[in-house]
């Protein structure tokens, strides 16, 4: 248990309140207030609490957290926003959230210009770039980044540029050096994962077996479920055999059949039809059972029975279409999209980040 999970953060949110009463100018106290806000899931307090800062004193902290939050919650549209002021309580309004991409670009692109000397702006910014595809973009941002704080989160992602930039050597570059920054900020074994991938396709086949081995070692101590993605390392490596013995020992009914195709692949290199006619056969029968069990459902909404009836067929179509494909002897290509990592980047969130830059004004 944390040592935040024991404080009564309402408690301290009234508290603070009161505080913003009688110094209504101090933005430091309005930031302190908008992360207390969001530990008792009241987003829209937090909101007006961050947009009455940045209007009050516009600095790299105020307006960065504004920017922050708008991409990574959206803003709230309230009845007559307009005409009222931010000091005003919105308990009593009514409000839908929406997409503040653009707004949150704007704001941290401006705050770069400042060149702050601190990594948080620049993660985000990359974030937001890459959220675009626009990766060559983020390349130079992250860049930056990694020059004033490397960390797992800003060289994985990186990484995830180089690789969807076909640049692999540095891909893999990047996201060992990611993996060797987890933390307590972050566990993540997707960097280690991308690794591998990146090795598997740069046809280093000893290291990429060792580095595929150590995180199947990972994988199972903490309980991460990683090992139909880490089989897939294998897979390019034509290593069928280890193919077939991680996906063998799974329970494919917590996998998805997206991985049938690897897997049927291999056993069919390896003349085990038996068990892809076993598998097939085993998880079409269960879909239907458990599709026919919806559809009877009294409880459940017509508009659902229907989804889920057109999403199951499908599911088995896919599954049959497999077996057609693997036996006439057509090799799936492993279709890997590297994970984009995050944390929390709000400047002075005293749970995640500690950190607590000066206020100067821009």
Not at 1 to 28: G, R
Not at 145 to 171: D, M, Q, W
Not at 172 to 182: I, Q
Not at 188 to 203: K, R
Request: aromatic share 14%; proline share 3%.
């Amino acid at each position: 248990m944390s040592k935040y999970d024991e404080i009564d953060f309402e408690k301290v949110a009234l508290h603070m309140q009161k505080q913003v009463e009688t110094d209504p100018n101090n933005v430091q106290l309005r930031n302190e207030l908008a992360i207390v806000f969001m530990e008792i899931n009241q987003y829209e307090d937090a909101f007006f609490q961050l947009q009455a800062a940045a209007e009050l004193k516009p600095s790299v902290q105020t307006l960065y957290n504004l920017g922050y939050f708008y991409f990574v919650e959206g803003k709230p549209i309230v009845e007559d926003m307009e005409s009222r002021s931010v000091e005003e309580d919105v308990e009593e309004m009514s409000y839908t959230w929406e997409i503040a991409d653009k707004e949150a670009f704007d704001i941290v692109e401006d705050i770069l210009k400042y060149k702050p000397r601190h990594s948080f702006p620049y993660n985000v910014m990359g974030e937001m770039y890459i959220k675009k595809e626009k990766y060559e973009e983020a390349i130079g941002i992250l860049e930056e980044a990694i020059t004033l704080t490397p960390s797992l989160e800003n060289l994985n992602n990186l990484g995830l540029c180089y690789y969807k930039k076909g640049r692999l050597s540095e891909a893999a570059e990047c996201f060992r050096k990611a993996h060797l920054l987890r933390s307590s900020n972050n566990y993540s074994l997707f960097p280690f994962l991308s690794y591998g991938i990146c090795l598997a396709h740069l046809g280093r086949k000893s290291e990429a077996k060792e580095a595929t081995k150590e995180l199947l070692t990972l994988s199972r101590k903490e309980g991460e479920d990683l090992e139909a993605d880490i089989a897939e390392i294998y897979y390019i490596l034509e290593d069928y055999e280890e193919v077939v013995n991680i996906y063998c020992k799974l329970d494919w009914e917590f996998y998805s059949e997206e991985f049938f195709p690897t897997y049927f692949h291999s056993l069919w290199k390896l003349s085990k039809t038996k068990q892809i006619e076993e598998l097939a056969s085993k998880t079409i029968q269960r879909k239907e059972k458990e599709m026919q069990e919806v559809l009877q459902d009294p409880d459940e909404e017509e508009e659902f029975k229907v989804e889920y009836k057109e999403v199951t067929k499908e599911e088995i179509a896919f599954i049959k279409n497999t077996v057609k494909e693997v036996y006439w002897g057509k090799a799936p290509i492993v279709k890997y999209e590297p994970t984009l990592e995050t944390r929390c980047y709000l400047y002075g969130c005293f749970r995640h980040t500690d950190v607590n830059p000066s206020y100067f004004s821009i």
